[in-house]
Nanobody, 124 residues
Framework: QVQLVESGGGLVQAGGFLRLSCAAS????????MGWLRQAPGKEREFVAA????????WYADSVKGRFTISRDNAKNTVNLQMNNLKPEDTAVYYC?????????????????WGQGTQVTVSS
């Protein structure tokens, strides 16, 4: 079992930056693939970024590639998402997620454990 708590969301202007953090607890956290997904009003939840158990592999949605960076520190039980050059279309609730399975990171149903979400709002 894994518990996830996000922080770092807020209101920023277009072109600005935010750093989201996810504090994780659980007996098998170090073995879990971790990721960030987001959901905008009226939209389905979509994949943003993921990182492997070891931190050696990362995956990004095309819409954020080159702007967002995911990282993890297993010793501190944290996962971070550095978001640069934010755009109004990045506005959404961002969720930290954990996946003990071997499914595709690009599908929301692959993720088993979820945080409560943190709001990111980007103004034009």
């Amino acid at each position: 079992q894994v518990q996830l708590v996000e922080s770092g969301g807020g209101l920023v202007q277009a072109g600005g930056f935010l750093r989201l953090s996810c504090a994780a607890s659980g007996r098998t956290f170090s073995n879990y693939r971790m990721g960030w997904l987001r959901q905008a009003p009226g939209k389905e939840r979509e994949f943003v970024a993921a990182i492997s158990w070891s931190g050696g592999s990362t995956w990004y949605a095309d819409s954020v590639k080159g702007r967002f960076t995911i990282s993890r520190d297993n010793a501190k039980n944290t996962v971070n998402l550095q978001m640069n050059n934010l755009k109004p279309e990045d506005t959404a609730v961002y969720y930290c997620a954990a996946d003990p399975s071997n499914g595709s990171v690009y599908f929301a149903k692959s993720w088993v454990y979820w945080g409560q979400g943190t709001q990111v709002t980007v103004s034009s």
